[in-house]
């Protein structure tokens, strides 16, 4: 159960703590039993109190750390069911698959390549591989499906329930802190000294909910708590099941053996479908996967797939923005018209398709406006004749040599004072709503204005 502030007050020195600016340790017990700040903070905190509080502080469900550079990952380390209760913490993580009998190994390791592009901010690609032993085989053969998965830079998953072939995989990527994810009710023993010799995450699965859960306290009395769960492939409904149980058992029940990241492979629950997997792969996105994986990612699952991940785990309270600056649509150069609207993602997105379904060559120019909507900007100051002058003044004027700019039109209001501010350039309105915005460029196109 987790402690509350008095729980942890009794354990804390009673001494004025600088660390905490509060005049007493109790404001201090009282912020870190609302994780507002790390237990550690408090100079005064025993070794034997800070021991015995770190665990029992820690959030129910255990943060685990896979790969290396930039290809290390957090997952877990989650303390609500749903979004609305506060933000989510670790994203899942996206894998796809690959077997050792597979005969176009190398084709498959490009083609997880090829999913890699960024939106607002963030790198959108294949993150993991995960690598199916066959026994048919042999050793030799997963060890060289290994070596070629690392060239990849992409973290791995070693799927082998094979004690040996383990250690063979893992003498050439252990390095790499790639999952182990082998140990079942059969041989999590010596799964577990494989993979605590190696220093990497195991994964355990079980044949069914109460088998995984056996096999996962059976572990932790060995001492291994370095673990992620495999919610098995018997069929959908018990993936699904299974994967809500863990953690509704972790965060509402505060049962931490099943306080573990999970592991789903739809790409073994709808094999040969692309379609059922991608719907399952957003399923699992919400609830609750940790590591997801699927046989293959082009582009028309990841563009769906990659912005549903971005919103659900996103920070609410910080909104979601493009970076400022030029972007020529339609093979806008420095002679195409300039349309300006805020840097918030949405508006962004909506404005910019409908420019590209315009056809019209143009420069879409976006300048800090915090991440606002329109009218939200330019109520609270952030969209102004002067915000918008200076930065085209400062970072369009020398790029582009058209001098006609489209503004919003629910600003018409700053039409004047732009064109005080900007002299040489003609200010347009724009209609009110973005899906007005492509009648309108073609008009001004044909009538020659742009």
Same mark, same amino acid.
């Given at each position: 159960?987790?402690?509350?502030?008095?729980?942890?007050?009794?354990?804390t020195?009673? &001494?004025?703590?600088?660390?905490?600016?509060?005049?007493?340790?109790?404001?201090?017990?009282?912020?870190? %039993?609302?994780?507002?700040?790390?237990?550690?903070?408090?100079?005064?905190?025993?070794e034997?109190?800070?021991?015995?509080?770190?665990?029992?502080?820690?959030p129910?469900?255990?943060?685990?750390?896979?790969?290396?550079?930039?290809?290390?990952?957090?997952?877990?380390?989650?303390?609500?069911?749903?979004?609305?209760?506060?933000?989510?913490? /670790?994203?899942?993580?996206?894998?796809?698959?690959?077997?050792?009998?597979?005969?176009?190994?190398?084709?498959?390791?490009?083609?997880?390549?090829?999913?890699?592009?960024?939106?607002?901010g963030?790198?959108?690609?294949?993150?993991?591989?995960?690598?199916?032993?066959?026994?048919?085989?042999?050793?030799?053969?997963?060890?060289?499906l290994v070596?070629?998965?690392?060239?990849?830079?992409?973290?791995?998953?070693?799927d082998c329930?094979?004690v040996e072939?383990?250690?063979?995989? *893992?003498?050439?990527?252990?390095d790499?802190?790639?999952?182990l994810?082998?140990?079942?009710?059969?041989?999590?023993?010596?799964?577990?000294?494989?993979?605590?010799?190696a220093?990497v995450?195991?994964?355990?699965?079980? $044949?069914?909910i109460?088998e995984?859960?056996?096999?996962?306290?059976?572990?932790?009395?060995?001492?291994?708590? @370095?673990?992620? *769960?495999?919610?098995?492939?018997?069929?959908?409904?018990?993936?699904?099941?299974?994967?809500?149980?863990?953690?509704? %058992? %972790?965060?509402k029940d505060?049962?931490?053996?099943?306080?573990?990241p999970?592991?789903? @492979?739809?790409?073994?629950?709808?094999?040969?479908?692309? &379609?059922?997997? %991608?719907?399952?792969?957003? *399923?699992?996105t919400?609830?609750?996967?940790?590591?997801?994986?699927?046989?293959?990612?082009?582009?028309?699952?990841?563009?769906?797939l990659?912005?549903?991940?971005?919103?659900?785990?996103?920070?609410?309270?910080?909104?979601?923005?493009?970076?400022?600056?030029?972007?020529?649509?339609?093979?806008?150069?420095?002679?195409?018209?300039?349309?300006t609207?805020?840097?918030?993602?949405? &508006?962004?997105?909506?404005?910019?398709?409908?420019?590209?379904?315009?056809?019209?060559?143009?420069?879409?120019?976006i300048?800090?406006?915090?991440g606002?909507?329109?009218? &939200?900007?330019?109520?609270?100051?952030? *969209?102004?004749?002067? /915000?918008?002058?200076?930065?085209?003044?400062? @970072?369009?004027?020398?790029?582009?040599?058209c001098?006609?700019?489209?503004?919003?039109?629910?600003? $018409?209001?700053?039409?004047?004072?732009i064109?005080?501010?900007?002299?040489?350039?003609e200010?347009?309105?724009?209609?009110?709503?973005?899906?007005?915005l492509?009648?309108?460029?073609?008009?001004?196109?044909?009538?020659?204005?742009?």
């Amino acid at each position: 159960m987790a402690l509350k502030g008095l729980d942890i007050f009794k354990l804390t020195p009673k &001494t004025n703590c600088k660390e905490c600016g509060s005049p007493t340790c109790m404001a201090f017990a009282m912020k870190v %039993a609302q994780g507002a700040v790390e237990l550690s903070k408090c100079p005064h905190m025993s070794e034997e109190a800070l021991a015995t509080l770190s665990e029992a502080t820690a959030p129910p469900m255990k943060t685990i750390k896979v790969g290396t550079g930039e290809a290390e990952y957090t997952l877990g380390g989650e303390t609500v069911l749903c979004r609305h209760e506060k933000t989510f913490v /670790s994203k899942p993580r996206y894998a796809v698959s690959i077997c050792s009998a597979d005969e176009d190994i190398d084709a498959k390791l490009e083609a997880a390549k090829k999913v890699d592009y960024d939106r607002i901010g963030e790198r959108m690609h294949v993150e993991m591989l995960y690598l199916s032993y066959c026994a048919d085989k042999g050793v030799d053969a997963y060890v060289e499906l290994v070596k070629k998965a690392m060239d990849c830079g992409k973290t791995l998953v070693l799927d082998c329930t094979d004690v040996e072939a383990a250690k063979a995989a *893992l003498a050439v990527c252990k390095d790499a802190k790639p999952v182990l994810d082998g140990a079942d009710a059969s041989n999590y023993e010596a799964m577990s000294a494989v993979a605590t010799e190696a220093g990497v995450v195991l994964g355990v699965r079980g $044949a069914d909910i109460n088998e995984l859960y056996d096999t996962t306290a059976a572990l932790e009395k060995l001492g291994n708590k @370095n673990l992620v *769960l495999n919610v098995g492939t018997a069929s959908v409904k018990d993936a699904f099941a299974t994967t809500v149980q863990i953690r509704r %058992a %972790a965060l509402k029940d505060q049962n931490r053996t099943f306080g573990y990241p999970s592991i789903v @492979n739809v790409g073994a629950l709808a094999a040969g479908d692309p &379609t059922m997997q %991608a719907a399952l792969v957003s *399923l699992f996105t919400v609830k609750y996967g940790s590591i997801i994986v699927m046989e293959s990612m082009d582009y028309a699952q990841a563009l769906p797939l990659y912005g549903l991940r971005q919103n659900v785990f996103t920070d609410p309270q910080k909104p979601m923005k493009v970076e400022p600056g030029i972007y020529p649509l339609n093979g806008g150069d420095e002679n195409s018209v300039c349309l300006t609207t805020v840097d918030f993602a949405l &508006t962004y997105f909506v404005v910019s398709g409908e420019l590209e379904r315009s056809g019209v060559p143009c420069n879409l120019i976006i300048n800090d406006a915090g991440g606002l909507s329109v009218l &939200t900007a330019w109520a609270a100051g952030k *969209l102004s004749s002067t /915000s918008v002058s200076k930065f085209i003044q400062e @970072n369009v004027e020398p790029k582009v040599k058209c001098r006609k700019l489209i503004i919003p039109g629910k600003v $018409a209001v700053l039409k004047g004072d732009i064109e005080a501010k900007l002299p040489g350039w003609e200010v347009i309105v724009a209609p009110n709503e973005a899906v007005q915005l492509v009648k309108f460029l073609k008009d001004l196109q044909a009538n020659g204005e742009i």
